[in-house]
T-cell receptor
Framework: GQNIDQPTEMTATEGAIVQINCTYQ??????LFWYQQHAGEAPTFLSY??LDGLEEKGRFSSFLSRSKGYSYLLLKELQMKDSASYLC??????????WGAGTKLIIKP | ETGVTQTPRHLVMGMTNKKSLKCEQH?????MYWYKQSAKKPLELMFV???????ENNSVPSRFSPECPNSSHLFLHLHTLQPEDSALYLC????????????FGDGTRLSIL
């Protein structure tokens, strides 16, 4: 079966750095997405990786290793507004998005 | 972002009621999706439409019936739902089904009494 694993919950301190990991097992691979979802709001697109390596976008970076079936989302200089759930999703060989259950990130002052 | 609009935001209904959820996208996208989001579970894809034609139906019970009258509008018709259908129903759209990211609406919080 197809599976996406990510931690259920993480806690970090304002101003610090946090890394949210995602491992996947899917039928084929056509890219990996990270989304942010604040409570009661829509998921919003953060990043897309299809080749191995690091994609940097401001305070957020996303890394992909296709051979290891592994990705991480790195958040720097954490702010209170970064408290949200972070969803990892992979497009399989049929271009269907397979979703993880999300990682709830709690930022403490 | 107001590119994808869903109404209503909240809906409470009895098991014998019939209601519809509405989704409208103002992004000129060609694909639209319905998802179910339950607490601490992955998003579940329910239906996919591409250029107004249904391309996927992930074994969703017949009490959920989608309708896509044009590329900007998507409906989810509900009838004789069960308590386990209580969830957040999210609509999304994308330029294509292959590589472009999906843009989501804020969802309809559905509660079945």
């Amino acid at each position: 079966g197809q599976n996406i694993d990510q931690p259920t919950e993480m806690t970090a301190t304002e101003g610090a750095i946090v890394q949210i990991n995602c491992t996947y097992q899917t039928s084929g691979f056509n890219g990996l997405f990270w989304y942010q979802q604040h409570a009661g709001e829509a998921p919003t697109f953060l990043s897309y990786n299809v080749l191995d390596g690091l994609e940097e976008k401001g305070r957020f970076s996303s890394f992909l290793s296709r051979s290891k079936g592994y990705s991480y989302l790195l958040l720097k200089e954490l702010q209170m507004k970064d408290s949200a759930s972070y969803l990892c999703a992979v497009k399989d060989s049929n271009y269907q998005l397979i979703w993880g259950a999300g990682t709830k990130l709690i930022i403490k002052p | 972002e107001t590119g994808v609009t869903q109404t209503p935001r909240h809906l409470v209904m009895g098991m014998t009621n019939k209601k519809s959820l509405k989704c409208e996208q103002h992004l000129g996208h060609n694909a639209m999706y319905w998802y179910k989001q339950s607490a601490k579970k992955p998003l579940e894809l329910m239906f996919v439409y591409s250029l107004e034609e249904r391309v996927e139906n992930n074994s969703v019970p017949s009490r959920f019936s989608p309708e896509c009258p044009n590329s900007s509008h998507l409906f989810l018709h509900l009838h004789t739902l069960q308590p386990e259908d209580s969830a957040l129903y999210l609509c999304a759209s994308s330029q294509d089904r292959e590589v472009q990211p999906q843009h989501f609406g804020d969802g309809t919080r559905l509660s079945i009494l």
